[in-house]
């Protein structure tokens, strides 16, 4: 009967161990909150502007490294009378990269010979067509100094550039204009006013035919002579 006793006795005390509460598997570790950080711009997804807004302010600056790196001197105007090939002049620099800059840019095409003067001048480099005025309106407003004192004279057949409209001593350049003197005789009382900055080594015969064009009272030719495009050559 003892025996019986103890054995009850051990079973319970066995039960009451099982049903002791087992440590609760603990949950994992909370994840703390991350706080994003503010959009940050990717330097390399900055797109900047492929041509400069040239002015007064930065144009010399940008033609400066410009001429460095873009050499040509080279280029041909081509019209329905023929092609006109042009040596920009290297001592020139700022001018010779000028012209270059605009004709990469595709600047001068479609624009005009719009003061033509037989036995002087032919003029270019503008018009009267607003698709044209608004590419000259995204290139800039900005004016190129005279480099008038280089030892060049206003033979027949240089490039020169016309003074700005802009009233002013030192007679700062339009950027987008060009002349070439087509008097065989020159035209040297332009010496010191205008910067000459090349010249014409193939096609005088077609500027001679530009020259006799028929104009009206503005020296503008009565059938357009439109540059049908400028390009570099070697």
């Known amino acids: 009967m003892l025996r019986i006793l103890v054995l009850i006795a051990f079973i319970f005390f066995l039960n009451c161990e099982d049903k002791q509460s087992q440590p609760k598997e603990q949950n994992a570790k909370p994840i703390k ?8 711009i990717d330097s390399s997804e900055i797109k900047t502007p492929e041509f400069p807004f040239l002015t007064d302010e930065n144009a010399m600056e940008f033609f400066l490294e410009y001429e ?26 700022f001018h010779r990269a000028n012209f270059i ?3 990469k840019r595709g600047y001068f095409d479609g624009t005009q010979f719009y003061r033509v003067i037989d036995n002087f001048i032919i003029q270019a480099g503008n018009t009267d067509d607003p698709k044209i005025k608004r590419k000259r309106g995204d290139i800039g407003r900005y004016l190129l100094p005279p480099d008038t004192k280089r030892g ?15 009233e002013d001593a030192y007679k700062l350049a339009s950027p987008f204009e060009f002349f070439i003197v087509q008097n065989k005789d020159g035209a040297y009382h332009l010496d010191g006013d205008y910067t000459i900055f090349g010249e014409v080594i193939s096609g005088m015969d077609v500027v001679d035919e530009i020259a006799a064009q028929k104009t009206d009272d503005g020296d503008w030719p009565l059938r357009n002579v439109y540059i049908k495009k400028v390009e570099i050559i070697k």
């Open 68 to 93: 460095k790196e873009n050499p040509e001197n080279k280029i041909r105007i081509t019209t329905r009378f023929g092609k006109i090939d042009i040596l920009l002049y290297d001592k020139i620099k």
């Open 152 to 166: 060049f004279k206003h033979h027949r057949g240089v490039v020169s550039m016309p003074s700005s409209e802009i």
């Open 101 to 103: 800059y605009l004709t």
């Open 33 to 40: 909150s991350i706080k994003k950080s503010p959009n940050k």
